[in-house]
Structures are given as C-alpha cells and as structure tokens.
C-alpha cells in the first residue's frame, strides 16, 4: 500500500471537500457539482483513496441504536506512550474519532460503545491496568447537532453546499434500524464506497434491494457516511477542541449557532461540568482567535 500523500493541491482539496459532504458521490456527480469533467476527478480521485488518504466509513446514529453508549473521553497518560496508546484506541470497533491534544499528555476519543459492559470494562478494567494512562474523564453524549456534518474547510462556495446539503433542518423520516441491516452497516463501516454489487455480495440481498435500504438508512439518520481525511491537507493549521459551559435555558441556541459556523466540524452537548463540545477546525490561529472572540464571545449564556 502506498503512503498516504503529504500535500494536496486546490483540485484534490475541493474534489476532497465534496466527498466528505457525499461520500458515495458518483465521480460524475462530484464532476457536476464543481464544473470539471468526470476525467479529472476520476484522475485525482481514485489515487486518494488507493493509497489511504481518504477513507470511506459509515457512522451509527447512537439515538437509534438503544444499546449504544455514546462516549467521551478525556486521558491523560505520560507522553513517551501517547501515540501508542492513541493507536490502540483508533484501532477499536466502537471508536469514532481520535485526537492528541497539543499538551502533549491528553488523547479525547469519542466512542460508540457496545452497551453499559462495555463502557464498564473499558472505564473500569482496560484504562486501570494501562501503566502509562495516568487519569481519566468520562462523559455521555446527550445530543450531537447535525449542521456541523456539512462542514467542507470553507473549500466550497453556498451554492455548492447548497447542492449537496440542500436542507438540514428538515426533520428526517422515521425509520428503526432492523436486525438484518447489521451486515450492511457492518460494511459501510469498513468502506462506505463499496459498489452496490460489492454490498450485494456481503449481505446476501440484490444489488437493488441493497441500493433501496441504504437510501433509507442514510435519509433516515440511522447511519452518517463520512469521508475521513487529514484535515492539515485541506488546508487546517489550527484546530482546537472546545468544552464550553451554558446555562441549561442557553444549551439548544448555543448549539445550533455552534454547529453552523463554517470553522465547526462537531458540536455535541455532554454530560458532566461542561455544556458543550465543539471541534474548531480554523486555517489559522488568527482564525480561531477571531472565532474565539467573535462567536463564541458573543454567545449568551456561556458562562466558562
């Protein structure tokens, strides 16, 4: 397998920024949507995902999976082992993203784990008896606000996001995942690009019969395809995790403000002292001074 690239130029950066938006874009939808042909993102595309810069997955809603545990957690562990203990986290089923903080001591990893055993061992068995983990904080996740799945690195003017996130504030239709969609799930997880003959091929069911469910479950939110990507080659050279406290009447406005800044890939609200988490990704720290001061600043009922 080839190395992941180091660099991407302005046309892999916006093929890169509409994949993340439609992560099982045809190349000629991706083609449409920025004017180019089919040609040259075919050209640029497929080698990124051939040597792993970009990564097709699936993630599970946890508000329609019961035995979900949806999870944060804050580590500290002693810096000689921080990128080994980072790996061994990103390795697991249930995580969903993994970061260093820039301390150089602390991993926050949000993870959907597999019932109230499962965070028990994790919490209370496999962190203990890891010798370079020195402490840890826990929370629940209560709520995660969807705008901020459009976020696209400001690499994509409205009108293009306007195509591909025509409506997020619509409410999605009702629809309870069934026990049979596990293997589909299961596979859009490991590549959510997998042909529909692939998928076919994995679940038992026809090409069409699978093309019609995964519509359903995407529409649905029961899962979020995501495209995931090293977000330094897209031009992110700040990027800093919030933990914000609001009071209780202020948590919903806060959010929904939150999650629709351009400069804002994840707004969630927790449990524990702090109200809120919301990923900043900014091009810059002057960026992320202003949107510290400005928005966040501006915000009513923040009170830490």
Known sequence: ???????????????????????????????????????TVVRRAAPLYQDRTLRATAVRNPALFPHLVPTVLRIRCRPARITAIAAALARRS?????????????????????????????????????????????????????AGFAWSAGLLSEEESQVLWPDLTRPPEVLSPLPEDKPLIDALVEDARMTYGELAHRTGRTPRAVQRRLHAL??????????????????????????????????????????????????????????????????????????????VGALTGVTE
């Open 1 to 39: 397998m080839q190395k992941a690239r180091r660099r991407l130029d302005t046309a892999d950066r916006r093929i890169t920024a509409v994949l993340m938006a439609s992560p099982r874009a045809s190349w000629r939808s991706v083609a449409a949507v920025l004017g180019v042909s089919e040609r």
């Open 218 to 295: 995407v529409e649905a939110h029961v899962v979020r395809l995501a495209t995931e990507v090293d977000l330094a080659l897209l031009g992110v050279h700040a990027e800093a995790l919030l933990w914000i406290t609001v009071d209780p009447g202020a948590w919903e406005e806060a959010g929904q403000i939150l999650s629709q800044h351009p400069q804002v890939r994840f707004t969630a609200a927790t449990t524990g002292s702090s109200s809120l988490l919301v990923a900043v990704a900014a091009s810059d720290l002057s960026a992320l001074y202003t949107f510290l001061t400005g928005t």
């Open 94 to 146: 249930d995580t969903v993203w993994v970061d260093i903080l820039g301390g150089g001591d602390e991993i926050c990893i949000v993870a959907f784990i597999e019932g109230p055993d499962a965070r028990n061992n994790l919490l209370l068995r496999d962190l203990p008896v890891t010798a370079a983990v020195q402490s840890w904080t826990a929370y629940d996740l209560l709520k995660v606000f969807p």
